[in-house]
């Protein structure tokens, strides 16, 4: 018999979990991002529509666990019709306080979704706006450094043991 004690998700998070809103790669994104690593499993990406600095659409994949799945999806419905800077001033934080709280042992599941939508507002306007708002800082977020310090200790990790088989 399992000794493991199962992690209490919320009702949203069940929901979001098994029937996950705007799941799926869009085809005509203005533009994408990810965060995460494939090597360790917990990766996702952000789709997002952009018109006239608005996000008109957006969508998510993500590779990770239930909590991170129902964050990304939450995100996309959250950003939808929402400035990028209204968009960008959402924290994982509030994310996780709009699905009714997570597992503190799963808060990184909410950074990491929100630093994908980070990444992905940075992207578009170095990419395709390329312009600068004076409301974008230099700095990255505390989700986008968050994510890099992810990635880089996977990348170490397996640079020190190697790929598994
Ligand atoms: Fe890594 Fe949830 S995304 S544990």
């Given at each position: 018999?399992?000794?493991?004690?199962?992690?209490?998700?919320?009702?949203?998070?069940?929901?979001l979990f098994k029937n996950p809103r705007n799941l799926g790669k869009m085809e005509d994104a203005t533009i994408s991002s990810q965060a995460g690593s494939p090597a360790c499993g917990d990766v996702i990406t952000i789709?997002?529509?952009?018109?006239?600095?608005?996000?008109?659409?957006?969508?998510?994949?993500?590779?990770?666990?239930?909590?991170?799945?129902?964050?990304?999806?939450?995100?996309?419905?959250?950003v939808k019709g929402k400035t990028l800077k209204e968009a960008w001033d959402i924290t994982w934080e509030d994310v996780t306080k709009e699905l009714g709280g997570l597992p503190s042992i799963k808060y990184h599941c909410s950074i990491l979704?929100?630093?994908?939508?980070?990444?992905?507002?940075?992207k578009?306007?170095?990419?395709?706006?390329?312009?600068?708002p004076e409301w974008l800082?230099?700095?990255?977020?505390?989700?986008?450094r968050q994510a890099l310090e992810e990635e880089e200790l996977i990348e170490r990790i397996y640079r020190k043991y190697g790929m598994p088989p």
């Open positions: 018999m399992s000794t493991r004690t199962p992690l209490i998700y919320t009702p949203k998070i069940l929901d789709y997002l529509k952009i018109d006239d600095s608005r996000i008109v659409d957006a969508s998510f994949e993500s590779y990770g666990c239930a909590a991170n799945i129902a964050a990304a999806s939450i995100i996309t419905e959250m979704a929100v630093g994908g939508l980070k990444r992905a507002i940075r578009y306007f170095e990419e395709v706006a390329k312009i600068h800082p230099n700095d990255l977020s505390k989700e986008e």
